[in-house]
């Protein structure tokens, strides 16, 4: 469950009292899963029987989220309603091993970029954008895979003058 989420269950706090109700139980519900898909990862249970307790936490969910659908707040509706048609999803980094419950790789892969762009005060148009998402993308996967950024580029621009393929920058195992 990705860490949006988990500030939109907090968010929900401080919009009136049926969206705080709402968030409350929301998060209440988040923590509850973490702990099973903790104790998961840590080999305190087999993935087997977390699947099956899973179950339980899904009847909570759906209950919570299909109660959401009669809210009258707005937020409350908008987010019970897109979590339900997600709903398969959110169990998934439980049911599934080696799918992380979390989305801090994800978010450190783009925090060079993210900073990047904001003391940049980003690109003036469509062009510059493309150029820029794509040199941090070569640059995160070249470091992620352990790669001389430098020398695949030196290489990607030797190709391009020779008017050769590019080399790959997904590694095939």
């Known amino acids: 469950m990705p ?25 209440k519900l988040q923590r509850g899963l973490f702990a099973l898909y903790h104790r998961r990862e840590a080999g ?4 087997e029987a977390a699947r ?23 937020e409350v509706y ?8 997600l709903f398969p999803a959110l169990f998934v980094f439980i049911e599934e091993p080696g799918v992380l419950g979390v989305n801090n790789p994800a978010e450190q892969a783009l925090r ?9 005060y980003g690109t003036a148009g469509e062009t510059g ?12 996967t070249c470091r992620q895979q352990g790669q001389n950024v430098f020398g695949f580029l030196v290489l990607a621009c030797q190709a391009a003058f020779k008017r050769q ?9």
């Not at 099956?52 to 707005?74: A, F, Q, Y």
């Not at 060079?112 to 940049?120: E, F, L, N, T």
């Open 52 to 74: 099956r307790e899973v179950d339980v936490h899904k009847g909570r969910w759906r209950r919570l989220l299909e109660g959401g659908l009669e809210s009258t707040h707005d």
């Open 3 to 27: 860490t949006s989420l988990k500030r939109d269950f907090k968010a929900l706090e401080v919009l009136g009292r049926e969206a705080r109700w709402f968030g409350i139980e929301l998060r």
């Open 129 to 140: 954008r493309r150029f820029i998402e794509r040199a941090l993308t070569v640059i995160s």
């Open 165 to 173: 393929p590019a080399p790959m920058l997904l590694q095939t195992t």
């Open 78 to 85: 908008k987010l019970c309603k897109s979590l339900l048609a």
């Open 44 to 47: 305190g249970i087999e993935l």
């Open 112 to 120: 060079p970029a993210v900073i990047k762009r904001k003391v940049s």
